[in-house]
């Protein structure tokens, strides 16, 4: 156990952590890249390049500086070294072996899902196991049945759009701008979840489907042009949500699930929140909803995650590189 500073630049978030022992977070800095990308609709992979390599030194400096530490007590260098947009990744994975090598610590590739995965035990280390952990971002939507640390299993995950990108798409449909998710969990506050009944996808018993839901809220408003955004939100998040949180606790059941637990920026969606609480408190099953600011990109999780894995790997080579498709299991 040590102290870990991580970096994650996988995506549009330039964030670097000092967190001491695995979980106790001494810093939590992250530059958001949002009012880049938000001109063009989305995350332009070259525009966040760029925006890591330009901020990275900034953000290093004010997380050491927040975390109240010498540069010599960091026992270890992490970097997020994929799942993510390749440029994004190599700037982090860089920083970090040039850190590591010109501070003589181990360096540490951390999986970004798992990352997603130790937010939860960030805030809980004695975590109830085995446990079910609902991944909800951008890119993926999976249910993970966390046998132990370490040793996952995908029991469900979407055949098609992420839910991340289904709230981007809806968003970018009604011209309400990007991320789709905040503005649609803000919208929703002032409709009616039960105004427009929405498909709820049943694929596969543990899988999802969101594209469907897509088309069907575009057709929707392109039929009943007068309906306000705000039940149009409404109804589709409460859509999205059900079936998330539904198929959640049956994977619990199936397996034995200990607990249940949220990850991934869509878990800092409002409404999947409180449905998630209300279903476990009714599932008598404990559960842990990570504080927003661990559910959307952050790099403590990351630290987290690669404190767990140097005490039981040991640390990643100098020569591995990034792998934009890394896979969790
Ligand atoms: O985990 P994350 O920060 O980045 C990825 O690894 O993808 O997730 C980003 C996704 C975006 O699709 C964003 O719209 C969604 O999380 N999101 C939300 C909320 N906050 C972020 N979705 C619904 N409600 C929110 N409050
Ligand atoms: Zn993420």
Redesign the pocket.
């Given at each position: 156990m040590s102290v870990v500073l991580a970096i994650e630049t996988?995506?549009?978030?330039t964030a670097v952590s000092v967190v001491r022992n695995g979980v106790e977070v001494l810093s939590n800095v992250v530059s958001s890249q949002i009012d880049l990308h938000a001109k063009f609709g989305g995350v332009v992979p070259e525009v966040a390049s760029r925006a890591h390599l330009e901020s990275l030194e900034l953000v290093v400096n004010q997380a050491i500086t927040d975390a109240g530490i010498a540069v010599e007590e960091i026992g270890a260098v992490a970097a997020t070294h994929g799942p993510?947009l390749i440029g994004a990744l190599l700037v982090g994975v860089s920083a970090a072996k040039a850190l590591a090598l010109a501070w003589g610590v181990p360096y540490v590739g951390v999986n970004?899902m798992e990352g997603?995965l130790f937010a939860a035990l960030l805030q809980e280390p004695n975590l109830p196991l085995p446990a079910v952990v609902l991944l909800?971002?951008?890119?993926?939507t999976m249910i993970v049945h966390m046998k132990q640390l370490g040793s996952y299993e995908i029991v469900g995950s979407t055949i098609d759009d992420?839910?991340?990108?289904a709230?981007?798409k809806v968003?970018r449909y009604l011209g309400l701008g990007?991320?789709?998710?905040?503005?649609?969990?803000?919208l929703a506050v002032d409709g009616d979840p039960a105004a427009i009944s929405f498909p709820r996808a049943m694929p596969g018993e543990l899988d999802f489907s969101f594209s469907g839901l897509k088309t069907a809220v575009v057709n929707y408003v392109r039929k009943e042009p007068s309906t306000s955004n705000e039940d149009i939100a409404a109804s589709f998040?409460q859509a999205v949500v059900d079936v998330l949180v539904d198929k959640t606790l049956s994977a619990a059941r199936q397996v034995g699930a200990a607990s249940a637990c949220l990850g991934?920026?869509?878990?800092?969606?409002?409404?999947?929140r409180s449905r998630f609480v209300e279903a476990c408190n009714e599932a008598e099953i404990s559960y842990l909803v990570p504080e927003?600011e661990f559910?959307?990109?952050?790099a403590a999780m990351i630290a987290s995650a690669a404190q767990w894995r140097l005490d039981n790997d040991g640390s990643t080579p100098l020569d591995a590189g990034a792998n934009p498709s890394l896979k969790l299991v």
């Open positions: 996988s995506c549009d978030e993510g970004h997603h909800v971002s951008g890119g993926h992420a839910a991340g990108e709230f981007d968003a990007y991320p789709g998710g905040p503005i649609i969990d803000r998040q991934g920026g869509v878990a800092a969606n409002s409404a999947l927003r559910c959307t990109d952050n």
